[in-house]
């Protein structure tokens, strides 16, 4: 009884179930001797080992586990049942409490014994079981225990402030799988950060088994500052082994926290053969003392904003007066380059105006020359053809004056003077038109 007046029965749910090695997986120590009693495997090379099976839907098989007194003189009243292994928050393996309803593998086995024994001292006794695997099964990994535990509680009041029951209980594990593709699936449902009492920074991380296999994965935890610097890294070797449909939950304290800045954590899990999962957090490390500066700090962040701003106006006005400078050159440089342009354009096309005001001279004056001679040509013209007239008409008369007519016949014809005359008088040339010349 508590001095305060509780009953030691409110304390039962306290009670202490030594379930050895239990929450380990797998565990040559799995089954050890504890308060006087044991459980173990006969004929196996590892007798506290678990047993594995991998029987397909519709078989089933028998095997034996021994439990022991390991006292020389008391007797042992204990109790044997199967009982469902469950996860245990970190990631491990523990097995239900005897009143617990069966659900899994443990509706599976049964034993030829019944459930509360007697031991004699040294006395061994051996105890069969048998698992059936129903046709229904599913294609995944279940777990389920052989468990000895005492048949009363065992009282310890070296306090007397209060009163605690222990049940000591062994355990042999049993696990079947079914069998079909191994899935292997691992997959971080949660990743935070908490500050510790000395002031350092404590990153809870949790993995959960999706896949029909138990795994052992390896982690880390990479640390990095502002700039992308990695500033640390917390490793895990050796994670908690994760049984299907359990959550394996982990926690470390980053040693030496900084005490002020801004980091991303990431954590990296790793399981099987190259695969793995991550996932990232962000935070702020700001201690509250720096808050009674913020004022002295406020003026300074000021005080330097004006200085980049006017040392950025600066250099801005000298820019814009540079490029000003520069556009007025180039614009000179462009007009000057225009106006040499233009003069060359003017010289050239004055030189070809004289050019062809001197070859328009020398035509005209040519022309003039041309048509002088050409007049003085047509003068001469008209003279040497009417010389020429008359010297033929002479020649006619002349023809004309040898050939007398005769009168040889009646009926010849006499010319007319008319006829021989229109035949003698010569045709005059026409006279060529010559035009002016000009001026």
């Not at 929450?23 to 678990?50: E, M």
């Not at 935070?192 to 949790?206: D, E, G, I, M, P």
């Not at 556009?327 to 233009?342: D, G, N, P």
């Amino acid at each position: 009884m508590l001095k305060s007046g509780y009953p030691a029965k409110r304390l039962t749910p306290v009670v202490a179930f030594i379930l050895l090695a239990a929450l380990i997986w797998p565990a040559s120590t799995f089954a050890l001797g504890v308060a006087g009693f044991d459980i173990y495997r006969p004929n196996a090379k590892n007798p506290d080992s678990a047993f594995l099976f991998n029987l397909e839907p519709g078989q089933s098989l028998e095997n034996r586990v021994v439990v022991k007194n390991t006292t020389s003189d008391t007797v042992q009243n204990l109790r044997v049942y199967i009982a469902d292994g469950i996860a245990t928050s970190n990631g491990g393996i523990t097995l239900k409490g005897r009143e617990e309803p069966k659900a899994g593998l443990a509706k599976w086995i049964s034993i030829d014994s019944s459930e509360q024994i007697a031991l004699a001292p040294a006395e061994e006794r051996g105890i069969t079981f048998k698992l059936r695997v129903p046709w229904s099964s599913e294609s995944n990994e279940k777990i389920a225990g052989i468990v000895v535990e005492r048949a009363q509680a065992l009282k310890n009041q070296a306090d007397k402030q209060f009163m605690i029951n222990v049940l000591p209980r062994a355990a042999i594990l049993i696990t079947q799988r079914l069998p079909g593709p191994a899935l292997e699936r691992l997959k971080i449902v949660d990743f935070s950060q908490v500050w510790a009492k000395n002031r350092n920074k404590v990153f809870k991380l949790a993995t959960k088994n999706t896949g029909n296999i138990h795994i052992r994965a390896r982690g880390r935890i990479d640390i990095y500052n502002m700039f992308g610097s990695k500033s640390d890294t917390i490793r895990y070797d050796r994670m908690s082994t994760i049984f299907p449909g359990a959550t394996g939950r982990i926690q470390s304290e980053w040693k030496n926290t900084p005490p002020i800045g801004y980091f991303t954590a990431k954590a990296v899990i790793s399981y099987g053969k190259g695969k793995s999962d991550s996932r990232q957090i962000s935070f702020l490390i700001f201690p509250w003392w720096v808050l009674a500066f913020l004022p002295v700090l406020w003026f300074i962040a000021r005080e330097q904003r004006k200085r980049r701003a006017a040392k950025q106006l600066k250099k801005l006005e000298a820019d814009q007066a540079a490029a000003a400078a520069a556009a007025m050159e180039t614009l000179e440089e462009t007009v000057e380059k225009i106006e040499s342009e233009a003069q060359a354009s003017k010289t050239s096309t004055a030189t070809a105006v004289k050019a062809r005001t001197r070859t328009t001279a020398t035509r005209a004056t040519t022309v003039k020359a041309t048509t002088t001679r050409s007049a003085g040509t047509s003068r001469k013209q008209p003279k040497a053809a009417t010389k020429k007239a008359a010297t033929k008409k002479a020649a006619t008369k002349k023809a004309a004056t040898k050939k007398a007519p005769t009168k040889t016949a009646k009926t010849a014809k006499k010319p007319t003077v008319a006829a021989t005359e229109k035949k003698a008088t010569p045709k005059k040339a026409p006279a060529k038109k010559t035009k002016p010349a000009k001026d």
